[in-house]
């Protein structure tokens, strides 16, 4: 008789949000989805059990912003960046606009085997070849018809880098959110002519505005005190995202913030080419968190549920029975570390996570210490 599962792990601590659990549970997955969650499932059970035991195993963590479309020079791959670091689904920030999404799904989307979801560029092109600048370019009404018609790859608009005086590009991709029936994410860039409170006024609730501590955006009054309109847009439901980048992410913005109760929505990396070499990756931006004084249970909720609410993908995000399985096991490290910041500042602290397991719809992905391998000498 076949087992039951063909994979269980067993005795790691689960937080998955979602479902309130934050302790020891084994996992089973059958047919590349959750089949069982509890505090013991027996071995013989499963075709393959994985001693997770010291380890955390935590929904696949989503990253809700990064840059995997080829066509933007910065790109890269998904698979590579992601799989490592236990993220199993990404969310490309306007690499493609709406004359060149079609292009993204066949060159990379569809060869992914990480879960790649869009906001797709209120300019035609999106980040390619040309800056964002052209504002003839900078059209709602086509990139609204093509967020709706690739529901399961688009998830909004996006509006980045413009340095206009005008509302174009941020008014266009909100307006193209709102005739989808979907999301904005914004990317903004204060101007005497377009001031950062009425960028956070125009937003609906459920739109995004990324990189919130970065050193251009007024987050903080002068006193480093959060700015109450800051306040009164989350209270409307706006979406404030991380957006770590190569230069979007102030340990003098994030901390001061953090401590008056003004966390990040969602924690993302905003991954690229530039980013990638100050190590933004998911674990690392997460554990700048943890050491700053998050709890780790809500940082996996900003890098799990949340994202999935905030994308309205509720079928992401968490470890229900049923869900498919992506999963991340992340390990909690002691030790001295040192975390570095956009403005290149750094801050010790003595907790770092790594992933050492990734499962993608239930196969392993990514084995970093190969824990789910026989020893050499056994076979
Ligand atoms: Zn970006």
Request: proline letters at 6%.
């Amino acid at each position: 008789m076949d087992p039951e599962f063909e994979l269980l792990l067993r005795g790691g601590h689960v937080i998955d949000p979602k479902n309130h659990l934050n302790g020891l549970a084994d996992i089973a997955i059958r047919s590349g989805k959750v089949a069982e969650v509890s505090e013991f499932i027996g071995a013989s059970r499963a075709a393959k059990v994985v001693d997770v035991s010291g380890l955390y195993v935590v929904p696949g963590l989503i990253d809700m912003h990064v840059h995997v479309y080829g066509g933007y020079e910065g790109w890269l791959f998904p698979d590579q960046h992601a799989l490592p670091n236990g993220v199993t689904t990404v969310v490309d920030t306007g690499g493609a606009g709406w004359k060149d999404f079609e292009d993204f799904i066949e060159t990379i989307i569809a060869k992914s085997i990480t879960r790649v979801l869009a906001f797709i560029n209120i300019v035609g092109a999106g980040m390619t070849g040309r800056p964002e600048q052209d504002t003839n370019e900078m059209e709602a009404r086509p990139c609204a018809e093509m967020i709706r018609r690739y529901p399961k790859h688009a998830v909004g608009s996006k509006s980045a880098h413009f340095q206009g005086p005008g509302w174009e590009s941020a008014g266009g991709a909100i307006e193209a959110a709102r005739l989808s029936d979907s999301i904005a994410m914004i990317d903004f860039a204060p101007k005497p002519s377009r001031s950062y409170q009425e960028l956070l006024e125009r937003l609906n609730p459920g739109d995004i505005h990324t990189h919130l501590y970065a050193g251009h955006i007024p987050l903080l009054d002068e006193n480093l005190v959060v700015n109450e309109y800051v306040r009164d847009a989350r209270g409307r439901g706006v979406v404030f995202d991380t957006g770590h980048g190569n230069m979007s992410f102030l340990f003098r913005n994030a901390i001061p913030a953090i401590g008056q109760g003004f966390p990040p929505d969602t924690i993302s990396t905003d991954l690229h080419k530039s980013s990638r070499m100050v190590d933004t990756t998911m674990p690392v931006t997460m554990s700048k968190f943890l050491v700053i004084g998050m709890p780790l249970e809500e940082v996996i909720d900003r890098s799990t549920r949340i994202p999935a609410e905030v994308l309205r993908r509720p079928e992401l995000g968490h470890l229900s029975v049923g869900a498919e399985a992506d999963i991340a096991v992340l390990e909690r490290m002691e030790g001295n570390f040192g975390f570095v910041d956009s403005l290149r500042t750094r801050l010790e602290g003595n907790q770092k996570l790594e992933c050492q397991m990734t499962l993608r719809a239930g196969k392993i992905v990514w084995d970093r210490n190969g824990i789910s391998f026989p020893k050499w000498s056994d076979v």
